[in-house]
Nanobody, 123 residues
Framework: VQLQASGGGLVQAGGSLRLSCNAS????????MGWNRQAPGKERELVATITDDGSTKYGDSVKDRFTISRDNAKNVVYLQMNSLKLEDTAVYYC??????????????????WGQGTQVTVSS
């Protein structure tokens, strides 16, 4: 299973960006999906998560500015980022928890991460 993130780029403070992450491969059932980010010199932090039934959770620093959503039919998760701030500059990683067949033919839980997409907010 692979996660491909896209949509990052350079944007001015106060602007908006929309990130997408497409999961592909042998996925039997997609469970929670989400976004984390890591700024230079800082630890990776939670941005947002969304369960398969649409329940969402946000990091305190992005509440009321970012919105996570998903397309269950396409196994895609989105992150709409509005009112971007300089401190939102980071590499954004998508992640997914899913069920798939193991090498032994057992339906098992797995987790995967995307490669990251750079978001840079300028003044």
């Amino acid at each position: 299973v692979q996660l491909q993130a896209s949509g990052g780029g350079l944007v001015q403070a106060g602007g908006s960006l929309r990130l997408s992450c497409n999961a592909s491969g042998n996925i039997v059932r997609m469970n929670a999906m989400g976004w984390n980010r890591q700024a230079p010199g800082k630890e990776r932090e939670l941005v947002a998560t969304i369960t398969d039934d649409g329940s969402t959770k946000y990091g305190d620093s992005v509440k009321d500015r970012f919105t996570i959503s998903r397309d269950n039919a396409k196994n895609v998760v989105y992150l709409q980022m509005n009112s971007l701030k300089l401190e939102d500059t980071a590499v954004y990683y998508c992640n997914a928890d899913f069920k798939s067949w193991s090498a032994r033919g057992i339906l098992s839980e797995f987790a995967a991460w995307g490669q990251g997409t750079q978001v840079t907010v300028s003044s």
